[in-house]
Structure formats: C-alpha cells, structure tokens
C-alpha cells in the first residue's frame, strides 16, 4: 500500500501557518492542503453554508485518500467538526480543541481572551472547548473581522494594525484577561503587533502551533509515513494566481505545484 | 402582461448603493436585488470565476422575469458585462461606463484617477472606457483592498480609514489627478474621507449615481412602470441574517423580506 498523505484545509491561505507547522514537526508526511479560494471567506458567512462548504472539500481530499483530515480554519471547526467527523471514518482534527486546552492550561487568572471571525466567535466554540477544560475560567471574546484583510495585504505589523488591535482588544484588556488565543489561521502574523500591545503580561496561543501538535499525537493511529520526501500538494478552487501570490508571501518560501479543482 | 421588475445583483450588500440611487430617481419601478452573500467577495477573485458566478445571479433574475439587468458591482462588471450582454436578450447596465463617461466629461486635467478592487483595476476596464470617451486623458489606478471590510465594518468615517486611505491615494496624488472615480460599489460611504483627504481641487465620482441615471435613460425601451409602488425584494445566496444587519446598516434603512434562494 503506498504512502498515505495528510489532508488539510481551509477557506484561502490561512491555514497555510498550520501548514508550516505540521511540516515543520513531521518532516517526511506527505501533506496535501485544499484552499477554497473560490467561496473564501468563511468568516462571515453562516454556519450552514460553511458546513455545506467544508464538507465538498474533505469529500475531494478523502477521494485523494488522506489518511487524516485537518481542519486548519477555526470556523470551519467551530461549526462543521461534528458532522466531518460523523462521515469519515479517518480522524479529523480541528484548530479549535488544541488552542482551547492549551490556553486553559496556561491561564493562571483563570481570564482567556479569545479573537477570531465573526462566525467563530458567535459559535462560542472555543468557549465551550476552554471550559470542558475548566469551568470556571472566565472567556471573552472578540471577532476582529479587518485583521484577515489587513493580513492578506502583509500589513499585518503596519501602524494600521496596531490601531485596529488596539480597538478590538480594548474591551478584552478592560477584563484582564491574562491569555489570548490567536483563534483563526491568518493571526499568528498579529504576534508581534499583539505583543506589543498586550505586553509581557499575556500570553499568546497560535492554534497552528497547538494542532501540530495534536497532529503529531494522532499519526500513530493512521501510520507514520517512514519514507517520504514531505512533498506538498496544494489544491485551489480557484485559478491559482493570487493564491501562490499572496500565499507565497504569506509562508515565506516560493508554493510550487499548485492545481486548480472543481468541487 | 404584468408590470416587470428591474433585476439589480452584487457579490453582497454594495450594489445596495446602486438600487438606493434607482430607487430614488425611479420611486415606482419594482426592484429585485440579489447579493451573492454566500460567494462575496467578487473583487479578489478571478475574471474566470467572477464570470460563472454573474452569469448564475443574471440567470435567476431573468427567470423571475424581469426588464433589465443593472451589474451593480464594479468587479462583475469589469469581466462579466459583455458575456452577459450576449447571453440575455434584455438590456444589461453596468457601472463602469456611466463613471467612466462622467469622469471623462469632468476631469479638466485630464488626470483621472480610479480605486477600486483588486480585479476591477486588474482588469482595465475603467481605462478603457475613458480612453474610449478621450484617448489624451491619464489614467492612475489604485486598488483599495482594506476600504471593503472598513465599510462592512462601520468604519468609512474612523481614522483608521483615513490612514488606509493616505496610504492607497498618495501615488494617485502625486500624480496631480483631478478627478476620482470611486470604482466598487462599497467607496460611496468614503466620500467625507476622501474628500476631507483630497480637498476641494479632486471632483469624487460616485458610480452609484451615474449607473442610476444611465437606467433612467435606458428605461423608455422595456417600458417604464407607471403605476408600481416601488416595491423592492433582496434575494441572497446565504442566510440572510448578516445581508439583513450590515446591509441595514449600510442603506440606514431597515430591510424588509430578504430570502435566500440556491443557484
């Protein structure tokens, strides 16, 4: 039997940081990401639609043979893990539950903040997540619905973006949280903008970080891949023009092989 | 025969801009609104997929009967007009030429400027079209890509907008323009920023009003509704809750009997 690959996606390129991450920690797994770059955003659009959406893509990469599904797009997980997980029968790993547990074990004043898309953040996932941790941390949450624009634009360290942080995260700084979660794919970018803000004093989760790591618990259950090259495939649903463009900015590094699929 | 509707689409909520303008200059024509809410946005997407997605919105509209079709969106009209034009046998309106034809007619110095999306300025349209009116006039493009989630976010007026603004306008400024064609249905509700930005020596052109008055003068050829009551249908791709508040929002109206079809 050949080698199975992993399968990731999201709605664009911001599952890309998770991506990274993944590939960093598993140097030889085969990863094949789908962006669906034609619907792009999920984010502010409806659960419905999003699970509608999600569910034609695991479909391709499920048809491709994965082995494993990763949601790397935290509203997709928020609102479309259950149902993913209920039609296949591969794991499926989301970006929500490793983000969650992680700040919930960091969290000394028991005070989580969390920032995301509108669709995220009204789907209250991650403060269901954090409080199956521990019930009595206190969550608060924000959406920040022009950090993903301002990201796409690589103005994700621009006096812009400390302005428009320093306007979403007021209302969360006023409760003193102590942690924050980085709770969609596109914020990681925010690090250093967010630090700087925030100060020493909070603590910054990068979900892609935490689902690597998750995905590393799991590969034992599907079967390392003990000989591969880490080749990655990318797949998009719309021409691949912007998507290598600005994906490649995104990730650092030229993306080579990009295919253009129907779903 | 029943008096027929005049069928005006957009990726979402900024042709709303567009069917504000018809409404007023036309109070007794029917109106039929589609935002293609679970595919927005159109501008980062490609001619390709911008096309597809126009021509499913237009088929609807022209199944439910109606007179004439208004692209009230710069992006679908940049790339999809002519296919449009040749699939249906109504007449089909889009934005460009209206703005292109005012800014041409205005512009003394014959320096124009145009923001708009990513694939409206890609594309050329608006060049095209004013050079079609007068070849010695310049043309300097800039897309805008943060002024859409500014406006969905209420943020048109916010001094985060006049940075962003700054920064998109300098290279136009230094290219002494006179005249600016604001090219995406959303940049109306930029008009006091930009305004305040430019001064008093740039004329600021609004789409919205030119395509209106390009209906009006199209009207007499489908046959104007003498005694309608303007009644006005949303229909949208997703649910419509978010078309429903941000669109409310937007207009500064509330908006009533919004329901969501499939294409």
Known sequence: MPERAIGIFDSGIGG?????????L????????????????????????????????????????????VVACNTASAVALEPLASRFKIPVIGV??????????????????????????????????????????KVFSAPCPLFV???????????IATLAAKEYLAPLQAQNIDTLVLGCTHYPLFKNTLHALLGESV????????TAKAVV???PNVGA????????????TDVPDRF??????????????VTQIEL
């Not at 891949?225 to 998009?236: A, E, L, M």
Request: aromatic share 6%.
């Open 16 to 24: 890309l940081t998770v991506l990274k991450e993944i590939s960093r």
């Open 26 to 69: 598993l140097p030889r797994e085969e990863l094949f990401y789908v962006g669906d770059t034609a619907r792009v955003p999920y984010g502010t659009k409806s659960p419905e639609t999003v699970r509608r959406y999600a569910l034609e893509v695991a479909e391709f990469l499920v048809g491709q043979g994965v082995k494993m599904l």
């Open 96 to 137: 929500i539950a490793p983000g969650a547990r992680r700040a919930a074990t960091l969290s000394r004043g028991r005070r989580i903040g969390v920032i995301g898309t509108e669709g995220t953040v009204k789907s209250g996932a991650y403060t269901r997540e954090i409080h199956a941790c521990n019930p009595d941390i």
């Open 149 to 159: 624009p301002l990201a796409e634009e690589g103005w994700a360290e621009h006096h």
């Open 203 to 210: 603590q910054l989760v990068d979900s892609a970080e935490e």
């Open 217 to 219: 618990a799991q590969l």
């Open 225 to 236: 891949n003990g000989s591969g090259q880490g080749r990655v495939r990318f797949f998009v």
């Open 244 to 257: 290598t463009r600005v994906g490649g900015a995104f990730l650092g590094t030229r993306l080579e092989g």
